[in-house]
């Protein structure tokens, strides 16, 4: 359980499956559904083999997957499942939280999330063995906690262990966060929305933006990520350029799918025409900023120097 709950850190999602004799732990990688970025139940029943053990999913940029499908799928073949919740704190599908569907969910607390104790994360399960588990990995393996102790110093250590435990300042930051979520959530979506609503009538058909459609799913508004299609397709660099000397920052999600990068590629072999969707959103996307320090009038200066950068790149 450790070691796949540690594979949910992945930016892609993934499948794992056991296969060959030199690698018993092999993750078997799956294209994203281009309207999400997400993993779909259709897409991970294609994948499966015998050797299949867990799925892990990864709610993209605070897109939550559509998990009832998929905990229905992974429950018919006996499979595990972790969540990625990384950017996903608000997220919701049918009114359930994510990370709370699967057998566990990761989430991450580093200071551009939505919310924050300096660095690190937190990671939830129904399981009570994965939580003891869990509890002693990031406590040096000790087999006691201060609480359980009936006199200084009467612990062991019963397993290999880190230094991962989260300091009373970290912990205090992190309730101040709380205090905020709430809000800062609402102002995440009004401030997508209204961007949203502005870059539809200028890219048109020449850009999707990457939102939850169904009508179950309500995402966690990290940020808004628009593919460029048409005319723009293949300019992003050009434009996040010239956005940047504009002042407006911008970012990808994510530069490379997983399997494209060096290392997976060596190790497993993967090839670089097995995932186009991802491939699309890591070549032709570019993201802009919707948190709860962006005002109406931030979201009207990206708007006009949008519109110049599209006419200038179009010149």
Sequence with gaps: MRDVAALSAFTEPITLNRSGENDSRRPMFVDCDPSTGNLTAERIAAALSPRTKAISVVHFVGIPCDMPSIMSLAASHGLKVIEDCAIAIGARYDGTHVGLFGDAGCFSFYPVKHITTGEGGMFVTRHADAAASIGRLRAFGVDRT??????????????????????????????????????????????????????????????????????????????????????????????????????????????????????????YGYKTTQFPFADEISDQSLALPVGPHIQKEDIEYMTSRLRTVLHEVRS
């Design 146 to 267: 201060h609480t359980e102790r009936t006199m200084p110093g009467m612990y062991d250590v019963s397993s290999l262990g880190l230094n991962y435990r989260m300091s009373e300042m970290q912990a205090a930051l992190g309730r101040s966060q709380l205090r905020r979520i709430v809000e800062n959530l609402s102002r995440r979506r009004s401030n997508f929305e209204a961007l949203k609503y502005s870059l539809a009538s200028l890219f048109g058909e020449n850009g999707r933006i990457l939102d939850a459609f169904h009508a179950d799913a309500a995402s966690s508004h990290y940020c808004l990520s628009i593919v460029l299609q048409g005319e723009f397709q293949g300019r992003r660099d050009d434009i996040v350029t010239r956005l940047n000397a504009a002042g407006i920052g911008t970012s990808v999600y994510y530069p490379h799918p997983v399997p494209r990068l060096a290392y997976y590629r060596r190790k």
